[in-house]
Structures are given as C-alpha cells and as structure tokens.
C-alpha cells in the first residue's frame, strides 16, 4: 500500500538549516508529484513547494523561495526538502503528500507522510 | 496568493445533526479544491477532491457542492468520530492556499 514515511523530530539553532527526507512505498514514484506543507502549532497548514520526481522540476511558494529547496533521489524513491535561514517561527510540524496535475483530475493530496516536528530554539 | 475565507470558525452539534461549511476563495479556481479532516496530532486526511468528489474510503455521510468561488461541505447525520477540525485548499494557482479551518465539536 501506499506510504510515505518521513524521519523523526529534529531540534535546530536559528540560523541553521534542516533537511527533511521523505520516502516513497507502494506506487511508481516518478509518476506522483511531492508536495512539501507545514502546521505551526494552532495554525492550519501551509504549502511550501512541490517536485516531480521524474526531471526534478520544482516550484515552490513566494514566501519560502530562496530559503528551501526540494530535490530527490530516485535510487531510493524519496524526496528532500532543505529550510535554510531557520527561525523561531519555522518551528512547525513539516509534511509531504503525494500530487498529481490538477488537470488530471484525480485526488490531490491523498496521502501524507506522518510529519516530522522541527523546533527551532537557542 | 489567494485567500480562502472559512466559515463558521467552530461549531458545535448533536450526534446525527447535519453540518455544513463554507469556504470562499478570493478568485476562480476551477474547483481545484480540496476538502481535509484533521484529528489532533494526525496528518490532514483528504476527504473531498476536485470540489465534489468524494475520496476512496470516505464515509458517504461526506458530500459538497462547488460554484466559482463559493464550496461547502456537508456532513450528514454527524457522527462522534468527525469531531476534528475541516479545512479547504485550492491547488489552482501558486502558492496553493489553505482556509483558516473549521474547529467541529460534538455535544
């Protein structure tokens, strides 16, 4: 069956960096988009960027631009999403799903990873 | 970006009550529009796609409706298992936007 399965909880310095991995099982993963979303704590989610997986295209939100970077490993069938610039209002919950082009379609966001908790703290 | 403006913000009902939810979007998105339940400490769970269509495995008490800028969700005969917070996002334009949520109480 489909998972994504991301890595565990991770305790930064402001200014520092984070590279998130998430790893694919259970579908062809050059056919899917990975999709890169946030929750701080009480907020709702917030999109960060998107690549897929077969050229490694990526696009990502005005806000993050500059600061993240997605990229992946098709050896291994997953994805990395890099936050450089860490501040205390980076301490969130980070997550990937699996897209699709909308024009498809199909569900978008259907499945997630669990999250990885990133606190950023001095 | 596009703002998605969710209402009401909470609500509280009786077990079996019908529940709708609004969201409006800030422009046209061509129903590239989801619908997620999120439970505290889980990943968001898609329930809705493309504005109408129900996710594989989602109950059938889950359903919604779409204009141009305007998508509610409805739960039919509420159940104490959707208690859980409602969000809606467009995934039509760059950066793709999320709605503030729905917080869903049952009595």
């Known amino acids: 069956q489909v998972q994504l399965v991301q890595s565990g909880a991770e305790v930064k310095m402001p200014g520092a960096s984070v590279k998130l991995p998430c790893q694919a099982f259970?579908?062809?993963?050059?056919?899917?988009?990975m999709h890169w979303v946030r929750q701080a704590p009480g907020q709702g989610p917030e999109w960060l960027g998107i690549i897929t997986p077969d050229d490694g295209s990526t696009s990502y939100s005005p806000k993050f631009q500059g600061r993240v970077l997605i990229t992946r490993d098709r050896a291994t069938n997953t994805v990395y999403m890099e936050l450089d610039g860490l501040k205390s209002d980076d301490t969130a919950v980070y997550y990937c799903?699996?897209?699709?082009?909308?024009?498809?379609?199909?569900?978008?966001?259907?499945?997630w990873g669990q999250g990885a908790q990133v606190t950023v703290s001095s | 970006d596009i703002q998605m403006i969710q209402s009401p913000s909470s609500l509280s009902a009786n077990v079996g009550d019908r529940v709708t939810i609004t969201c409006q979007a800030g422009q046209a998105i061509n129903s590239y529009l989801n619908w997620y339940q999120q439970k505290s400490g889980k990943a968001p769970r898609l329930l809705i796609y493309?504005?109408?269509h129900l996710q594989a495995g989602v109950p059938s008490r889950f359903s919604a409706t779409a204009s141009e800028t305007h998508f509610t969700l409805t739960i039919n005969n509420i159940q104490p298992e959707d208690a859980a917070i409602y969000y809606c996002?467009?995934?039509?334009?760059?950066?793709?936007?999320f709605g503030p949520g729905t917080k869903v109480e049952l009595k």
């Open positions: 996002q467009q995934y039509d334009y760059v950066p793709f936007t």
């Open positions: 259970g579908y062809s993963f050059t056919n899917f988009y």
């Open positions: 799903a699996r897209g699709v082009p909308e024009y498809t379609g199909w569900p978008n966001f259907d499945y």
């Open positions: 493309a504005a109408v």
